[in-house]
């Protein structure tokens, strides 16, 4: 057994993969007082904003550091499909975003709530929303992954949901709160050791 030793100012997770192959039975929808809203065209400005607001405690970073072009490319492409979920203000308090890009598969390449929903049931109505939409004809696979920087329960919540884990990988990337691209008191659970040495 060996113990890798992680640049102080980098983070390392642990990814896991998970799949489903066959589209799960009907259930009934969850009850939830929250709406989703397809964006057709977001601006890169108004999805970086909720994407921060939703991923910013678990270090989601990868779509704040991505230059204008190269994001809305992918948030536009018509393969891709982006929805706010919005509370009875109409105030966005999360996201999901699918990918379709890949051939008889679909990635639930964002799904989360902020944190202030945790717990109340709204996150089994937004799992199923997705479900319901990724499922389109021709799909076979639908494909998420998680990691140690993320909710605690994420990776229970995902198998409970349906999904089996199938692949785990090691990644480590520079602390976003150490570079700027997250504010410096982001996710306070994940030490950050660069910062205590300053």
Same mark, same amino acid.
């Given at each position: ?24 039975? #009907?259930? &009934?929808? +969850? ?25 910013? +405690? ?23 499909? %982006?929805?706010?979920?919005?509370? &009875?203000? =109409?105030?966005? %308090? ?26 109340? =049931?709204? =996150?089994?109505?937004?799992? #199923? ?12 696979? %639908? ?12 990776? =229970? ?8 884990? %199938? ?8 602390? +976003? ?10 996710? +306070? ?10």
């Amino acid at each position: 057994m060996a113990l890798m030793p992680v640049a102080p100012d980098e983070v390392a997770t642990i990814v896991t993969t998970l799949e489903m192959t066959q589209r799960p039975p #009907a259930r &009934p929808l +969850p009850e939830s007082r929250l709406r989703l809203v397809r964006w057709e065209a977001p601006s890169p400005e108004k999805y970086r904003a909720l994407f921060a607001r939703v991923g910013a +405690p678990w270090l989601w970073f990868s779509r704040l550091i991505m230059d204008d072009a190269t994001l809305t490319t992918i948030i536009r492409d018509p393969r891709v499909r %982006v929805f706010a979920v919005t509370d &009875p203000a =109409g105030i966005e %308090v999360g996201m999901l975003e699918l990918d379709f890009r890949a051939a008889g598969a679909c990635e639930l390449s964002y799904v989360g709530l902020i944190p202030e929903l945790t717990g109340q =049931g709204h =996150g089994r109505w937004l799992m #199923a929303q997705a479900l319901m939409l990724a499922w389109a004809k021709g799909v076979e696979r %639908v494909w998420v992954h998680t990691c140690t920087l993320d909710h605690p329960s994420a990776l =229970g919540f995902y198998r409970a949901s349906g999904f089996t884990p %199938v692949l785990r990988t090691i990644e480590t990337f520079p602390d +976003p709160r150490i570079t700027g691209a997250l504010p410096a008191d982001a996710a +306070p659970q994940i030490p950050s050791f660069a910062a205590s040495r300053r």
